[in-house]
């Protein structure tokens, strides 16, 4: 019996064979921990989809209709420079409000995770880093959690004693982020993270792929600042030239990413600038290849 990853490579092989071409080029295909990280995820995965009357080839085709839905996008975005979408009110309705196109969409991007070489790059980076910031950590606030891919590998690295709120504004991510969280006594907020008050000061925040998505991040940023405590860390990851389905705010570069963060009263203590083309890693201003920037942060004093 071939490995998770070959069965995954011959069925998007099968059905769009350009796009098999790229994945094969992924440069962590014979780094033994990626195998090893794959072939577990990808069984717990099925395993979960199982549960849900759902299989792999499902959580494929999500995969694959995210991709075309991407092309698309690309395409737009090549010609005229800015995304498709540029309110709130447009991708809540389109996108988070509507239960068949988010289940494709959150499944698609979960699968990315572990496929796309600037995904991974950015998920290892997490892995490599989180058990430095989590010592002492009593309380944790996630804001779209989406697939909860995020929230599982935090929720390992927690002895019991702690708090997980996730605040997310789409039902279909709270319900897949339940399904697929394992453990961790998880509070679930299904809510808009602006209207979203608390009395607690987190001491660990993260947010993945979520301020493209906001009218102004900047006041997502400065939300956050308040409801986190001084000794905070946060880990946060935002795409730059990245057109897709609900990406509003356009982020050219990291640079601007980190301007917000400093405007908004925080700075990076560490960071990676992940590139969706291998070799053009110092592309980051090219506005044809989309980039993947995460960082953790704790609050300038
Ligand atoms: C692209 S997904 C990110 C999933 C995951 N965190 C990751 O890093 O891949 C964005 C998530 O943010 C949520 N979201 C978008 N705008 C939001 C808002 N204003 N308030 C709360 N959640 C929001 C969406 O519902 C979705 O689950």
Not at 219 to 225: D, E, N, Y
Not at 230 to 250: G, Q, R
Not at 272 to 289: C, G, R, T, Y
Request: include cysteine.
């Amino acid at each position: 019996m071939g490995s998770y990853l070959d069965k995954i490579l011959d069925y998007i092989g099968d059905k769009n064979p350009m796009h098999y071409k790229k994945l094969k080029k992924n440069a962590y295909r014979n780094d033994t921990q990626y195998l090893e990280r794959t072939e577990a995820f990808f069984k717990n995965y099925e395993e979960l989809l199982t549960k849900e009357n759902k299989d792999l080839p499902y959580a494929l085709d999500c995969y694959l209709h995210m991709c075309s839905d991407m092309m698309y996008e690309q395409i737009r975005f090549a010609e005229t420079g800015v995304y498709t979408s540029t309110s709130f009110d447009e991708v809540n309705k389109r996108v988070y409000g509507n239960p068949e196109v988010m289940s494709y969409y959150m499944h698609g991007l979960l699968v990315s995770e572990y496929l796309w070489e600037h995904h991974y790059n950015v998920l290892q980076f997490f892995f490599n880093n989180i058990a430095k910031y989590t010592d002492g950590v009593k309380s944790i606030l996630e804001i779209g959690g989406g697939h909860g891919l995020f929230t599982n590998e935090i929720i390992k690295q927690m002895s019991a004693g702690y708090t997980y709120t996730m605040v997310d504004i789409s039902e279909t991510s709270i319900d897949m982020s339940k399904a697929f969280v394992k453990g961790g006594n998880v509070d679930y907020i299904l809510m808009d993270v602006y209207q979203y008050e608390s009395d607690k000061k987190f001491d660990f925040l993260i947010v993945g792929e979520v301020l493209e998505h906001l009218e102004d991040p900047l006041g997502l940023m400065k939300k956050l600042h308040s409801l986190t405590a001084d000794n905070v860390t946060a880990f946060l990851t935002v795409p730059c030239n990245s057109p897709t389905i609900d990406h509003i705010y356009l982020f050219k570069n990291p640079e601007e990413i980190i301007k917000l963060y400093n405007d908004a009263g925080w700075e990076v203590v560490l960071d990676l600038v992940a590139s969706s083309e291998a070799k053009k890693s110092d592309a980051v201003d090219d506005p044809l290849i989309p980039v993947l920037y995460g960082a953790f942060l704790k609050k300038k004093v």
